[in-house]
């Protein structure tokens, strides 16, 4: 890693343009996969793997570890690509995402890679395990810190609530939660009464920072593509005592890609010929 702040911001970057470079042609690989929600999230990820978590890859037990659950588990191929990068798993696997017999699962699997702290999917249900994560340092006296990236879209569900209720109660300052807030549900777009058809985009979660602090947790909203801005509410949220946080990221699904951002179709999509050499030429890494 790179020794100087600004050597090091642009290293997370490259890294962040590989992660979303490595997404797609993964996705146009196997045929099959979610796209828009894991390109939101990379520069989030890239930065707590490598950056911010207390983790050793050669040691995925360790038990003073940092904890990371990806609530918004159909966003997978995100954490599995930089898992692999972060060297977890070789880059190579990414080529069985989805496949049968596979260790990277269309959500992720607990049982079968080291580096995932929790199965999710069913959305809604990562940031109570983040609780419990949390709670359990606490009572162990241990120092380790938790994080759970949460979906705009999941942020519906009445259990993150009935989460963030509990870990202000028992005072988490461990847990740190993102709410990749892309505001882009695979559906994309609602009406608000059936009189409205044709529907009109609509917010999956409006005003999450106003929620978020009637339920008791410190909130920060940054750009969720500005990797100063992420390191930097990641260090305001260690200076925190006496409660959960949450980084409320603004985030751009599809992110990266020019005929993706904003487009719900790019949820689960696979790119053609042609669209894979735009994403390419729009993404350059070193080869």
Same mark, same amino acid.
């Given at each position: 890693m790179a020794t100087t702040t600004q050597d090091?911001?642009?290293e997370l970057r490259r890294l962040a343009t590989k992660t979303r470079r490595l997404i797609v042609e993964t996705i146009y690989s196997v045929k099959a996969g979610h796209v828009g929600g894991p390109l939101s999230a990379a520069d989030i990820l890239v930065a707590l793997y490598f950056d911010v978590m207390r983790i050793d890859p050669?040691?995925?037990?360790?038990?003073?570890?940092?904890?990371?659950i990806l609530?918004?588990?159909?966003?997978? $191929?995100?954490q599995y690509t930089v898992l692999a990068l972060r060297g977890y798993l070789p880059v190579e696997e990414l080529a069985t995402f989805d496949h049968l017999g596979t260790r990277l699962h269309g959500h992720p699997d607990m049982k079968l890679l080291p580096g995932i702290e929790m199965s999710t999917g069913s959305l809604g249900q990562g940031l109570s395990p983040g609780v419990g994560m949390a709670l359990g340092a606490k009572i162990a006296g241990k120092d380790f810190r938790t994080y759970v990236m949460i979906g705009d879209g999941e942020a519906q569900e009445g259990q993150i609530w009935e989460a963030a209720l509990v870990a202000q109660r028992y005072a988490l300052d461990n847990l740190t939660a993102i709410l990749d807030w892309n505001n882009l549900q695979q559906n994309g777009f609602w009406p608000e009464r059936i009189s409205d058809w044709p529907a009109r985009q609509r917010q999956p979660t409006d005003?999450?920072?106003?929620?978020?602090?009637?339920?008791g947790w410190a909130v920060k909203e940054i750009d969720g593509h500005d990797m100063e801005e992420i390191l930097d509410a990641f260090a305001w949220a260690k200076t925190i005592t006496g409660q959960p946080q949450v980084i409320i990221a603004r985030t751009v699904k599809g992110k990266g890609v020019s005929y993706m951002e904003n487009r719900p179709?790019?949820?689960?999509?696979?790119?053609?010929?042609?669209? $894979?050499?735009i994403a390419r030429a729009e993404l350059p890494v070193d080869e």
């Open positions: 090091r911001v642009a050669r040691r995925p037990d360790w038990e003073d570890r940092d904890r990371f609530s918004k588990g159909h966003s997978a $191929l995100a005003r999450p920072h106003e929620k978020f602090a009637a339920f179709e790019w949820h689960a999509k696979v790119p053609t010929d042609q669209e $894979l050499a």
